[in-house]
T-cell receptor, first 109, second 117 residues
């Protein structure tokens, strides 16, 4: 059973702070990793993808991958109230995408 | 990013009727699409995997005769909820796999909120 785990939260951070979201996965053979943002009542939106160890930056978002530890994280710098959402970690296994349960982030003004 | 269009966005129907939801990949071809349902404040639940030109693969516990999936072209998959009942009320979301550069990415439609009276 392929598993992806996340802390469900809620994670609360003040506006302007760095939000750190974490995810672990069970299958060492996984090659592709994704972060999605889902606002309440909306569908998930792809915000980051990462395929190799290390950091990948896109604007205020940084994804970090450590395959040896089977760990992927998402950092959001200068957090804004508009970043308040549920963040889903997803891992691509063979033909399937397996999603974590999501972490609810709340950015307080 | 790639665009996946899903219609309708909201539907209200009477118990016993059937509802069809369409999912289209607008700017890419998708051999694989997935259908999910989601209850408020709950996780995504994968219902089925839809492969173009073949029968859908349903997850355990999902009734294939109730949730009919058709993926007749590389840009269109449909989900038909047959003889809908109030317990079928949920948020249904489709997604399509974009394959490029040796990697895959998953893009979601905007979802369909189904309310069965």
């Amino acid at each position: 059973q392929k598993e992806v785990e996340q802390n469900s939260g809620p994670l609360s951070v003040p506006e302007g702070a760095i939000a750190s979201l974490n995810c672990t996965y069970s299958d060492r053979g996984s090659q592709s990793f994704f972060w999605y943002r889902q606002y309440s009542g909306k569908s998930p939106e792809l915000i980051m993808s990462i395929y190799s160890n290390g950091d990948k930056e896109d604007g205020r978002f940084t994804a970090q991958l450590n395959k040896a530890s089977q760990y992927v994280s998402l950092l959001i710098r200068d957090s804004q109230p508009s970043d308040s959402a549920t963040y889903l970690c997803a891992v691509y296994y063979g033909q399937n995408f397996v999603f974590g349960p999501g972490t609810r982030l709340s950015v307080l003004p | 990013g790639a665009v996946v269009s899903q219609h309708p966005s909201r539907v209200i129907c009477k118990s016993g009727t059937s509802v069809k939801i369409e999912c289209r990949s607008l700017d890419f071809q998708a051999t694989t699409m997935f259908w999910y349902r989601q209850f408020p404040k709950k996780s995504l639940m994968l219902m089925a995997t839809s492969n173009e030109g073949s029968k859908a693969t349903y997850e355990q516990g999902v009734e294939k005769d109730k949730f009919l999936i058709n993926h007749a072209s590389l840009t269109l998959s449909t989900l038909t909820v047959t003889s809908a009942h109030p317990e079928d009320s949920s948020f249904y979301i489709c997604s399509a796999v974009l394959r490029q550069g040796g990697g895959e990415k998953l893009f979601f439609g905007s979802g369909t909120q189904l309310s069965v009276l």
